[in-house]
């Protein structure tokens, strides 16, 4: 089985959320399979030179562009046994950050028509393209439009993978003809309220549809999760299916992570350690017998932060914790957990800002780790936090729903603690729970056991694609 990845992002090239850390963990599971995957990414000016210098040049081609040929150059790294290849176009991707410009649609259209027409110059054929977020999502319709007669693709199918349906890549009618080359007839298929959406395109003309998690499946064939697409969603339902993502857990490893500052298994005596050591980094209290809560999130709303500016004065105020926060975002939620710090200097601190070796910290010393989402199509924070012994609490939405399971005390199963409603008080009932259970040492014990013998490897749900990939193949 012969797969090609094409996204806008991976880790550890290029990043600004959990997709990246999908595209490059996921293929080495594949890859550990028998798949022979690779990826394809645009290479953006903000890649480290320490990868920029390892490419080597194995294409240059002409890529349409609507009527226009745009030039083409593909690179390549071989990292950690996966190809992975690298689009050149300066004009599209020699600038600061990904994301956000106003030729947005162009640019992607011509990533996409590029993936397309590099596959003869680079040697690869593969069985399935796996198309990842609007970025990538019109492949499979220009797969159908300009190349299914070709005999190289005739036999090409495809995957469509949504990571969020918010964000949808919505362009003017324009862009049908002079970006993507099709005429009238291929509205239809991505006609949004007259406008063009990319991820519409990918929905109907894929061999399958997936999500990140089978609860966010549901959800997003409902009016309120489903931002317009619902409708089509449900007529897809025989081939959509929700696969829960999983995370790198060789990297993430509290036994090797030589970024904490205390390395441990499951000992919550050495667990511990890491919580006085950042304590004391971070200015707050140093007290092993204080719980310690945390987020490391985007500073959105969808990341259920109003519930949280609702009530942290008064979590503050009242109860005998400490509250750690790491993330950049909406400048009025950096500005009010500034001032809340300002307030509360010996029980919160607000970390504003992006710091990979401060997260693996704050995961490896908090006791309690909160996800209060709006909605949360997977989640990669809450198995990061298990992995590290740090216990969720969440809304039970999306992934958090698949993967994080209240605590029953007469039994001694769940691995965190949940609410439902997006409800500021019903969430700040269930922190106060799952911290009333931290001073009973009994429970204690027995969620974080559970939360350390979790599986939250990538090896089930690459099974689970390759499984997939074979039925459309067949």
């Known amino acids: 089985m012969k797969v090609l990845f094409a996204a806008a992002e991976a880790h550890p090239f290029i990043k600004t959320g959990g997709l990246a850390d999908v595209i490059g963990a996921l293929p080495k ?29 194995v294409a240059v081609l002409d890529v349409p562009v609507g009527w226009r040929n745009q030039y083409c150059g593909i690179e390549q790294i071989v990292y950690e046994g996966i190809p992975v290849y690298f689009v ?5 991707f020699g600038r600061d950050g990904i994301y956000g410009y106003m030729d947005d649609g162009e640019r992607f259209a011509f990533f996409n028509r590029a993936v397309l027409e590099c596959l003869p110059s680079i040697n690869f054929q593969p069985d399935v393209l796996h198309c990842h977020d609007w970025h ?28 969020n349906l918010l964000y949808q890549g919505v362009f003017p009618y324009s862009v049908l003809g002079e970006l993507l080359g099709l005429d009238s007839s291929y509205f239809t298929s991505v006609e949004y309220y007259g406008n063009v959406n990319y991820m519409k395109g990918g929905i109907v003309h894929s061999d399958h549809v997936t999500t990140v998690s089978p609860t966010y499946a549901d959800e997003i064939r409902t009016a309120y999760y489903g931002y317009g697409l619902d409708g089509l969603l449900n007529s897809r339902a025989d081939s959509l299916s929700g696969i829960v993502n999983g995370i790198d857990t060789k990297s993430y ?52 932060l109003d519930l949280l500016t609702r009530v942290l004065d008064e979590l503050l105020y009242y109860d005998d914790i400490q509250f750690v926060l790491l993330g950049t975002g909406d400048e009025s939620y950096e500005r009010w957990f500034r001032e809340a710090a300002w307030r509360y200097p010996t ?23 909160l996800m209060p989402s709006k909605f949360e199509p997977c989640g990669i924070s809450q198995l990061l936090a298990l992995r590290y012994g740090s216990i969720p609490v969440v809304r039970e939405t999306g992934g958090l729903n698949d993967t994080v399971h209240a605590y029953n005390e007469e039994t001694g199963e769940g691995n965190g603690f949940t609410f439902k409603d997006y409800n500021a008080h019903d969430m700040m009932f269930t922190l106060r729970r799952a911290v009333s259970y931290y001073h009973k040492p009994e429970h204690w014990k027995k969620v ?27």
């Open 29 to 57: 599971a594949l890859k550990g399979a028998g798949v022979d995957v690779r990826v394809i990414l645009p290479k953006y000016k903000g890649i480290p030179e320490q990868f920029r210098s390892q490419m080597e040049p």
């Open 88 to 92: 050149d176009n300066e004009y599209y």
């Open 136 to 163: 990538a999502a019109v492949v499979p319709l220009l797969l159908k439009a300009h190349y299914r007669h070709i005999p190289f693709y005739s036999n090409m199918r495809t995957v469509f993978t949504i990571h």
């Open 253 to 304: 490893n509290p036994n090797t992570d030589s970024k904490i500052f205390t390395k441990y298994r499951s000992n919550l005596a050495k667990k511990a350690e890491n919580k006085l050591g950042l304590q004391q980094e971070l200015g707050l209290p140093v007290a092993p017998y204080i719980p310690m809560v945390a987020m490391v999130t985007r500073l959105v709303d969808s990341k259920g």
């Open 347 to 369: 029980k919160l601190s607000s970390q504003i800002l992006f710091n990979d070796a401060l997260s693996r910290k704050i995961y490896a010393a908090s006791d309690i780790f």
């Open 448 to 474: 974080t056991k559970n939360a350390f013998a979790g599986d939250y490897s990538w090896s089930v749900s690459a099974q689970q694609y390759i499984d997939i990939y074979d039925s459309i193949t067949e």
